[in-house]
């Protein structure tokens, strides 16, 4: 009898969580899609060090973006080095997915960071997925004219990037419930709620690991257009 509970609370929760998607799959509309098809789709794109960036030919499937790793780009207050950002829109609620695999040399810290709530470059928010889980690495952070502050738990572990092997990203930004989950491969790694900036660019890049990123997809209820550029 108790399994028969055991299996019916699961097909519940399974089908609350499932209803919940479908209910924002409807509500969100795709806002910009990029497969990375084409040399000119980097320019949606400001990055901290151009020289970095470029198409490849090995992508998921066809051509994807690639980063050489760190740049000449110093970040203000200790944070990510290596950064694109879009420089179309403002977001505020959005679904941000992506196929990302490490590309480089296989370091002691692989990361990959997400950035949101961009102001400018001393005032944004990211959430960085991390080969190694300390007070510095492998959380949601927010840097406000400061040193980066984490404002998820210290997570035990960081994940297992595995290189060369494409992993699939997603970050659910709700503003209202002051909400930040992260999945990789559709397991749930990061989560924050906390006072972060509401609406901002949005962007990626990693501490200074060499990256490949394809099929970026952003979705949300709303955005605004507003072009910038910040470095």
Not at 141 to 170: H, Y
Not at 174 to 181: C, F, G, Q, R, W
């Amino acid at each position: 009898m108790r399994t028969s509970h055991l299996f019916l609370l699961m097909v519940f929760t399974l089908s609350t969580v499932c209803r919940a998607q479908t209910t924002i799959d409807k509500i969100y509309k795709v806002v910009y899609s990029q497969n990375f098809s084409k040399d000119k789709s980097t320019n949606d794109f400001d990055f901290s060090d151009d020289s970095k960036w470029l198409i490849s030919k090995n992508g998921k499937p066809g051509k994807a973006l690639k980063c050489l790793g760190k740049g000449e780009y110093e970040s203000a207050h200790s944070g990510p080095a290596v950064v694109a950002v879009l420089k179309q829109f403002e977001l505020s609620d959005f679904i941000l997915e992506m196929d990302v695999v490490q590309n480089g040399k296989d370091f002691s810290l692989l990361d990959f960071c997400i950035f949101f709530g961009i102001q400018d470059r001393e005032h944004y928010c990211f959430a960085q997925l991390a080969s190694k889980a300390d007070k510095k690495n492998h959380n949601i952070f927010m840097v406000d004219g400061d040193k980066p502050k984490r404002v998820g738990a210290i997570n035990e572990k960081g994940v297992i990037w595995k290189m060369k092997t494409w992993q699939k990203l997603r970050l659910e930004r709700l503003a209202a419930d002051k909400s930040v989950k992260v999945y990789m491969n559709d397991e749930l790694i990061l989560e924050a709620t906390d006072e972060l900036f509401n609406t901002g660019h949005i962007g990626f890049g990693s501490s200074n690991s060499a990256i490949k990123i394809d099929n970026l997809k952003i979705s949300a209820p709303s955005h605004e257009i507003n072009p910038q550029t910040f470095f």
